[in-house]
């Protein structure tokens, strides 16, 4: 059973930090092909924030550029979501998803193209 599991949000001043995890479980390389991160914000689509293949090449989108990184430790199957610069327009549910194929140009951006997701965690960034 595949599971990914985020944790690591919470609350923080803007200016502030936050590191998001996503352990995954029952979904190996080489089938884990592509892991993004997601969020969602009240009364908007969920929108991509960046992903890493199975070669550790990342994506990131213009809106989060130079604030966001996104790394992983395969040893735990973990990605991380570094999130720096923290703004108010930042608050959102923040989503991990895995897909089984290989993600071409922008196509990692779309939700359609994952196989499976995570919960979700909350962000609240104040000002």
């Known amino acids: 059973q595949v599971q990914l599991v985020e944790s690591g949000g919470g609350s923080v001043q803007a200016g502030g930090s936050l590191r998001l995890s996503c352990t995954v479980s029952g979904f190996a390389y080489p089938n884990r092909k592509f892991m993004a991160w997601f969020r969602q914000s009240p009364g908007k689509e969920r929108e991509g924030i960046g992903g890493?293949?199975?070669?550790?090449?990342?994506s990131v989108a213009d809106s989060v550029k130079g604030r966001f990184t996104i790394s992983k430790d395969n040893a735990s199957n973990t990605l991380y979501l570094q999130m720096g610069s923290l703004e108010p327009e930042d608050t959102a549910m923040y989503y991990c998803?895995?897909?089984?194929?290989?993600?071409?140009?922008?196509?990692?951006?779309?939700?359609?193209?994952?196989?499976?997701w995570g919960r979700g965690n909350q962000v609240t960034v104040s000002s």
């Open positions: 890493m293949d199975s070669s550790d090449d990342t």
């Open positions: 998803a895995a897909r089984t194929r290989m993600c071409i140009g922008d196509s990692w951006k779309s939700t359609s193209n994952y196989d499976y």
